[in-house]
């Protein structure tokens, strides 16, 4: 076989094909992802009664910490809003986690929200503050782009 001939180009193209997808499969995709600062995509939609027709704080947190991840986890959104200052005091931003915060009303139309992904990130935790009793906190993969629909009584995310 020719190395110039279309057959053998045809072959080592499928080949790089094969192995580009076998090493998006197996992580290397978020890790290269991460590597060269690629940023996941927040998209937020809010309905018009969102909180029973009030404004709604949303953080979202990518967490690097095993520790505070467990903590994190067991808390509601109320009790992150309450203790988030204590967190951040034992926990600096960037080393436990890194936060982003937002406060929307009702209908509000809402471009997306670029995060910078990093390789460490454990979990991507939204807390959603709203009046209504519930947990209204949600843990998702760090490395998805996602879609946050707030409604009047709760908040659900799909990742893509």
């Known amino acids: 076989m020719n190395i110039g001939s279309p057959s053998y180009r045809m072959i080592i193209l ?15 995709g978020l890790w290269t992802r991460s590597f060269f600062g690629a940023k996941a995509s927040v998209k937020v939609t809010i309905a018009p009664n969102v909180n029973q027709t009030n404004p709604v704080q949303m953080d979202l ?4 910490d095993d520790a505070l991840l467990k903590q994190l986890l067991q808390m509601t959104a109320k009790d992150w809003f309450e ?10 931003e960037g080393e436990g986690f890194d936060s ?9 139309k809402v471009a997306p929200q670029l995060i910078p992904v990093r390789m460490k990130s454990l979990a991507c935790i939204v807390f959603a503050n709203y009046y209504t009793a ?9 490395h998805d782009d996602m879609n946050i629909n707030l409604s009047e009584k709760g908040f659900s995310v799909e990742t893509q």
Not at 61 to 64: D, I
Not at 134 to 142: E, K, W, Y
């Open 134 to 142: 519930g947990p209204h906190r949600m843990r998702v993969s760090p």
């Open 83 to 92: 203790k988030r200052d204590e967190i951040r005091n034992n926990y600096p």
């Open 100 to 108: 982003w915060q937002w406060e929307w009303i009702p209908n509000q």
């Open 14 to 28: 499928s080949l790089c094909t094969m192995f580009a997808v076998s090493l998006s499969s197996c992580g290397f």
């Open 61 to 64: 947190l990518l967490v690097y």
